[in-house]
């Protein structure tokens, strides 16, 4: 039996102590952790397998460039591979478990400083560690009016790893790693490439313009295991003038109306008169969104409304829209501008909505929204504020099991409605209720459904995991791919994607990392 947490597949106990204590050579013995203590918050999952099977051998912590490129060495050296993280949050996604067990967690929440903001370009240049909050605190520290994008989960998370993942956040900067600009990365044989103008000594315009000479590399390093990221760049929004931001949710009562919801918003989406990435919400997602424990563990939950394990029932749904006073479908979206600019949008805007459904559309701005929590949390988001609030839908089932199924769709209306039903239709038939929003972006919905299981209760767990193959099957044959996943399906959801993307995937693979030492299984990337 090993003295260690786990083994990496392929590695001798002999030799991997012999990696440890050169890694401890170089870092000392804090920064290279064995012990299970330091370990545990590396190997709990939230998606529905064993955390055996994602159990850490290992956690580093570095906190320079020169520290990565000599783990890099001793990693080659003896192949003990790296799974490298950032905040480790990911939450629906894997959390910060490697994707398959014995991998060393290279944590670089050490590695968090900001590096420059540029309040006249509206840039920022940053370490790994440095979270969306962190950021915030700088520019509200030197009173910039920029803001930055953030996704749901924002005050906790980083703006490298949420972009190297390819995440989404809700303002007109929603797509993360369409806004960033420029790498610093280590490759795996300890080489360090800055991309775009960062190659060119002394740039001026790294982070000014997202194209260099030659090819275009940014890409290989997002959702891949091809170099660890140090530091990247990300373009900021300008704070909009006094009055000139007016967020508003539109609540609508029937599910059927979501294809004509979508044939409304696309035309001002597309014209920018609604300029951010915008959300529509499900009636489940935004009661979940609502569910507030105290220190006691006690709130509202899915219990409230229904003590039975099965799928709830339509009458129980209706029950949960009236008391929540929600909509089936809850459209949250913002206008951008000066107060005259805005004022013109939401006429054309809000026009547009009363057109098309008269008084079955209820319209709320901040005037009407009062103490609405849900309106508020949105209401920053879409602001580049933080919030932490959104978490406690994690609470609305409970048993701690979540998973996100995030299918993309063509921003049209009968493709949006077919994606529910194919969803609710599989969800159901495993008993699991149908929670999700769309992301709308510049032409695409980000589907993204969150399963949410009792990880306690071992059949419930094995449900869940049928139900999310299911998913991934079904949306596959009928022309729907994902575009992120959890560890315990990267393998599955890279078949999804065809043979000839695989191969490419697996030569820069071989080219760039022939030992196989970062993060192997990564996006159903390895050689092993």
Known sequence: MSSFNALPKGVTEADFTKAIKEYRALMGEDRVRTDSASLQSYSKIMCP???????????????????????????????????????????????????????????????????????????????????????QKYIKKHKMNLMISVPSPSAIVGPVGNSLDRGAGYTPYGDHFLFSCGMEVVLA???????????VPNSTSWQATKWGSGPYVD?????????????????LMKTPPPGGYLPFLMKFPKVEMLPDIIK????????????????????????????????NGKGMSRDTFYKGKGVLPPHVIQQIIEKCNIGAWSFYAAIYGTPEQVALA????????????????????????????????????????????????YNWRGG??????????????????????????????????????????WREMHHIIDLLYDRTQ????????????????????????????????????????????RKIHHNLKKALDPNNILAPGKSGISLG
């Open 49 to 135: 397998v064993s955390e055996e099977l994602h159990k850490p051998s290992a956690a580093m912590y570095p906190k320079t460039v020169k520290e990565i490129q000599a783990i890099v060495g001793i990693a080659n050296k003896y192949k003990t591979p790296l799974w490298t993280i950032s905040t480790g949050k990911n939450f629906g996604y894997g959390s910060a478990a490697p994707a398959t067990r014995g991998q060393i967690v290279l944590d670089l929440k050490t590695m968090d400083k900001i590096i420059h903001v540029d309040e006249e370009l509206g840039y920022c240049l940053v370490e790994p560690g440095v979270t969306y909050y962190d950021i």
């Open 189 to 199: 044989n300890g080489d360090v490439v800055r991309t775009g103008m960062g190659g």
């Open 219 to 235: 890409g290989i390093f997002t959702q891949s295991n091809y170099g660890i990221v140090t530091k990247m760049g990300f373009w």
């Open 264 to 295: 409304t918003i696309m035309p001002l989406r597309l014209s920018q008169l609604i300029p951010n990435a915008c959300v529509v919400v499900n009636s489940l997602l935004e009661a979940a969104c609502l569910c507030n424990y105290d220190e």
């Open 346 to 393: 939401w006429k054309y805007v809000s026009g547009s909505f009363k057109a098309k459904f008269g008084n079955q559309v209820e319209i709320i701005t901040e005037k009407e929204a009062k103490d609405d929590t849900n309106f508020e949390f949105r209401r920053q988001m879409m602001m580049g504020g933080s919030s932490l609030q959104e978490f406690t839908y």
């Open 400 to 441: 701690g099991g979540s998973v996100w199924f995030a299918p993309v769709a063509a921003a049209r209306p009968s493709e949006s409605y077919k994606q529910v039903k194919i969803a609710t239709d599989v969800l159901n038939k495993h008993g699991f209720d149908y929670l999700a929003e769309y992301i709308i972006g």
């Open 458 to 501: 071992p059949e419930e767990t094995a449900r869940a995991y049928k139900c999310y193959d299911e998913l991934l099957k079904v949306f596959a044959k009928n022309g729907y791919g994902i575009y992120r996943t959890n560890p315990a399906f990267m393998e599955k959801a890279a078949d999804t994607f065809g043979p000839e993307m």
